[in-house]
Structures are given as C-alpha cells and as structure tokens.
C-alpha cells in the first residue's frame, strides 16, 4: 500500500512538472521585472555627460573626371588638371600635409551592343581630400577649384581639432561622472544601503557631426558662391562606475 502512494505521489509530481513546462511554453506570456543584487557584487550606476562645440576643420572633397577614347590623352589630361587644382589649393594658404589623394582609378568604357563587347574609350578619376582650418577659405577653394578643372566638388564634412575635442570631452566626462555619483548616492538612499568606494570605472565617448548647410548663392559677377555653416556638433561620454556595498 505503501507503495503504492509513493508511486502515485511520484506520478503527481512528474504531471505537475509537465503541465508546468506546457504553461510556460504555450500559455499566455507574463511580463517580469526582476532585479536582482546578490551579496557581494559591485552596484554599478551610469551616468552620461554632453556638451555642444563648434566644428574648427573643414574637410572638403575635390576630384576631376574625364572620358575619351585614348587612355594616354585622358590620364595627361586629368594629372595636368590635378597638378593645376594642388598648386591652387597651395596658394590659398593650404598645406601640403593637408591635401591628401584618396583615389585614383581607370574604368574602360565597354560597347555593350558588340559581341563580345568592345572597350571605346577609358573613364579616369582622381579625389582629393583637403582639410581647411581656415573656414574663411572654404568658399574660395570651392570656387578656384571648380574653375580649375574640378568637376566633383563637395561632400563636406567638419571635425574639431584635438586639443579642443579633448578639452570638451574632459567636461562631458566631469558631468557624467557628477551625475553618475548622484544616481548612487540617490539609489543608496532610498535602498537604505551605504556605498563602500569604487571599485571600476569605464566610458564610451559618442559624437554627432552635423552635414553642412551650404546655400548656393549667385555674386554679381555670375559665380557661384557657396555659403557653409558647419552648426555645432555634440561630443558625449557615457561613465559606469561600479561600488563596494557596505
């Protein structure tokens, strides 16, 4: 008799561990929140820091294509027009450490209706990327460039010289640890728990460059003037900092 119980209460439990399984694999889903801290482990907090910077550094792109039917002729042409376009750039005050050769490429221009297809002539393109930390030049080189031979002008992006970026992010940073540290000291509060020391600290640095907001305009002697505002972009740090709990 004995027995016997033990077997049907066995045969309870493993139905009661079945039906258990099922309920949680196909019945209605309950959302739960739990948070856990076991004894022993850091209390870790975040805190995160920004601040606004108007960009210093222009960086513009330039590059000249050309088409023909002899490769020879179109790469004299394009490296003439290249060497014209540095030596223009030099002269508005660039440097030479700062006109840097992105790409140089030859595409072979195919007759698709031949069989098989025959080259007719040859695509070459070279790009430079100029860095301008004068913004008051950035018009001029956009135009000089343009009567130069340059017929892929644009694409401007801005960056923040590194003595400034690392001055903000020293701030964003000081705000970010500060907020951090009333969070815990916050939290510690109203868990009536006391904060040991810290133990860990880490950061991630985020940045948000704005596009340029260039509005071509016509002078009164016909040319082409851009006019770029570079905005301000956002430097943020994100801080964790981990505590003994007392």
Same mark, same amino acid.
């Given at each position: 008799?004995?027995?016997?119980?033990?077997?049907?209460?066995?045969?309870?439990?493993?139905?009661? !561990?079945?039906?258990?399984?099922? !309920?949680? #694999?196909?019945?209605? #889903?309950?959302?739960?929140?739990?948070?856990?801290?076991?004894?022993?482990?850091?209390?870790?907090?975040?805190?995160?820091?920004?601040?606004?910077?108007?960009?210093?550094?222009?960086?513009?792109?330039?590059?000249?294509? =050309?088409?023909?039917?002899?490769?020879?002729?179109?790469?004299?042409?394009?490296?003439?027009?290249?060497?014209?376009?540095?030596?223009?750039?030099?002269?508005?005050?660039?440097? =030479? $450490?700062?006109?840097?050769?992105?790409?140089?490429?030859?595409?072979?221009?195919?007759?698709?209706?031949?069989?098989?297809?025959?080259?007719?002539?040859?695509?070459?393109?070279?790009?430079?990327?100029?860095?301008?930390?004068? !913004?008051?030049?950035?018009?001029?080189?956009?135009?000089?460039?343009?009567?130069?031979?340059?017929?892929?002008?644009?694409?401007? $992006?801005?960056? %923040?010289?590194?003595?400034?970026?690392?001055?903000?992010?020293?701030?964003?940073?000081?705000?970010?640890?500060?907020?951090?540290?009333?969070?815990?000291?916050?939290?510690?509060?109203?868990?009536?728990?006391?904060?040991?020391? %810290?133990?860990? %600290?880490?950061?991630?640095?985020?940045?948000?460059?704005?596009?340029?907001?260039?509005?071509?305009?016509?002078?009164?002697?016909?040319? %082409?003037?851009?006019?770029?505002?570079?905005?301000?972009? =956002?430097?943020?740090?994100?801080?964790?900092?981990?505590?003994?709990?007392?």
């Amino acid at each position: 008799m004995d027995k016997e119980k033990t077997i049907n209460f066995a045969g309870a439990i493993v139905i009661f !561990f079945l039906l258990l399984f099922v !309920f949680f #694999k196909f019945g209605p #889903k309950i959302p739960l929140s739990i948070i856990s801290q076991q004894k022993g482990e850091p209390f870790v907090v975040t805190g995160e820091g920004k601040v606004s910077v108007t960009p210093d550094i222009a960086v513009v792109n330039l590059g000249i294509e =050309e088409n023909g039917a002899s490769l020879k002729q179109v790469q004299d042409s394009v490296n003439n027009k290249s060497r014209n376009l540095v030596d223009i750039v030099k002269r508005l005050g660039i440097g =030479e $450490s700062d006109i840097k050769t992105t790409s140089y490429n030859i595409y072979p221009n195919y007759d698709y209706n031949l069989q098989p297809p025959k080259i007719t002539g040859y695509r070459v393109s070279t790009n430079y990327q100029v860095k301008v930390k004068d !913004f008051d030049k950035v018009n001029d080189i956009l135009v000089k460039a343009t009567e130069s031979g340059a017929n892929a002008v644009g694409n401007i $992006s801005f960056d %923040i010289n590194e003595t400034t970026k690392n001055k903000k992010l020293q701030e964003a940073r000081e705000e970010a640890v500060k907020k951090a540290k009333e969070k815990a000291e916050g939290l510690a509060k109203a868990a009536g728990i006391s904060l040991g020391k %810290i133990i860990n %600290i880490s950061e991630s640095q985020g940045g948000n460059y704005p596009g340029p907001t260039a509005l071509m305009e016509k002078s009164g002697t016909g040319i %082409i003037n851009p006019d770029i505002q570079p905005g301000e972009t =956002e430097l943020s740090v994100t801080v964790s900092l981990s505590y003994e709990i007392r």
